[in-house]
T-cell receptor, first 113, second 113 residues
Framework: DTGVSQNPRHKITKRGQNVTFRCDPISEHNRLYWYRQTLGQGPEFLTYFQNEAQLEKSRLLSDRFSAERPKGSFSTLEIQRTEQGDSAMYLC???????????FGEGSRLTVL | GENVEQHPSTLSVQEGDSAVIKCTYSDSASNYFPWYKQELGKRPQLIIDIRSNVGEKKDQRIAVTLNKTAKHFSLHITETQPEDSAVYFCAASSGGGGNKLTFGTGTQLKVEL
């Protein structure tokens, strides 16, 4: 399967713990995006990378959130000191530069107790 | 930034009927408008897209229309089938900001037998 893969698929954690999600994009895509989706809502943009450079961060992304794409391939999204409001599906997508299709992963569902 | 509104939030049709979902966008610089289908627990998948230099695009039972002057676009599904039941999201991209997509809030389509 050469699609976008994310892991873990599900993560349950206690409030205050740190969590990290990983995304492996389609290999030839140099753009990588993180989105957050809550129940009954559309995906909300969090941040994106072109190769290893993080070029934009949403105002939604508090400083408890950090994302990296160290070698321009896979990316990680870390949430520190999790809060119950962080419970959501975290979606990763990849694509080529220029307006066009984004290919989404299956997502990583976070539940903060 | 871009704001995308989507209506209706739920839509129930009889098998074989047509379904129409409408979206409006705010940023006149937006030039790419995809529609994604998301089945329960699955990733969003592109079903059709349209660019701002085109007014209408068809792909079998699915069509999308774009009115740039009014800043709205619509998804039309004809001869609906039970497998069309899913959540549909419209989105818009201005090309700037890394071509990130701004999504609508989704329409839950239910096709009844």
């Amino acid at each position: 399967d050469t699609g976008v893969s994310q892991n873990p698929r599900h993560k349950i954690t206690k409030r205050g713990q740190n969590v990290t999600f990983r995304c492996d994009p389609i290999s030839e895509h140099n753009r990588l995006y993180w989105y957050r989706q809550t129940l009954g809502q559309g995906p909300e943009f969090l941040t994106y990378f072109q190769n290893e450079a993080q070029l934009e961060k949403s105002r939604l992304l508090s400083d408890r959130f950090s994302a990296e794409r160290p070698k321009g391939s896979f990316s990680t999204l870390e949430i520190q000191r999790t809060e119950q409001g962080d419970s959501a599906m975290y979606l990763c997508a990849s694509g080529y530069p220029g307006p066009g299709e984004l290919f989404f992963g299956e997502g990583s569902r976070l539940t903060v107790l | 930034g871009e704001n995308v509104e989507q209506h209706p939030s739920t839509l129930s049709v009889q098998e074989g009927d047509s379904a129409v979902i409408k979206c409006t966008y705010s940023d006149s610089a937006s030039n790419y408008f995809p529609w994604y289908k998301q089945e329960l627990g699955k990733r969003p998948q592109l079903i059709i897209d349209i660019r701002s230099n085109v007014g209408e695009k068809k792909d079998q039972r699915i069509a999308v229309t774009l009115n740039k002057t009014a800043k709205h676009f619509s998804l039309h599904i004809t001869e609906t089938q039970p497998e069309d039941s899913a959540v549909y999201f419209c989105a818009a991209s201005s090309g700037g900001g890394g071509n990130k997509l701004t999504f609508g809030t989704g329409t839950q389509l239910k096709v009844e037998l």
